[in-house]
Structures are given as structure tokens and as C-alpha cells.
């Protein structure tokens, strides 16, 4: 399967290292939520996923 980390958008600091933890790559969390990366509308999507979930991690 082709690598779609070259279209992950502009991610904070604190995204980049949730995104790491969690998922080591923006194709890998976009598929664990059922997103397709070469989709714009899921790569928005996915996005304001990530926005929460950094929001919301105290570390």
C-alpha cells in the first residue's frame, strides 16, 4: 500500500507527538479511523480528530 504521509496537513507540536505516540503516521491514524488520506474531506476530517484528541491529552 502506497504511503499517503506526504499529504498529512500542518500539524502543532503537540499534534506531531500525539500523532507519533499513538499511531507512529498520518497514514496509519487516518486508516485506524476508517479515513481514506487521499480523500480531502477525510483528511479534514481527520484533522479535527487529532485537534481533539491533543486538546484533550494532559501530557
Known amino acids: 500500500m502506497p504511503s499517503f504521509n506526504m499529504l498529512q496537513p500542518a500539524l502543532t507540536d503537540k499534534e506531531r507527538k500525539v500523532l507519533k505516540e499513538g499511531w507512529t503516521d ?25 485537534e481533539q ?6 501530557k
Open 26 to 50: 498520518w497514514t496509519n491514524f487516518m486508516e485506524s479511523h476508517g479515513l481514506k488520506p487521499y480523500e480531502d474531506d477525510d483528511v479534514k476530517e481527520a484533522k479535527q480528530i487529532l
Open 53 to 58: 484528541i491533543a486538546a484533550n491529552d494532559d
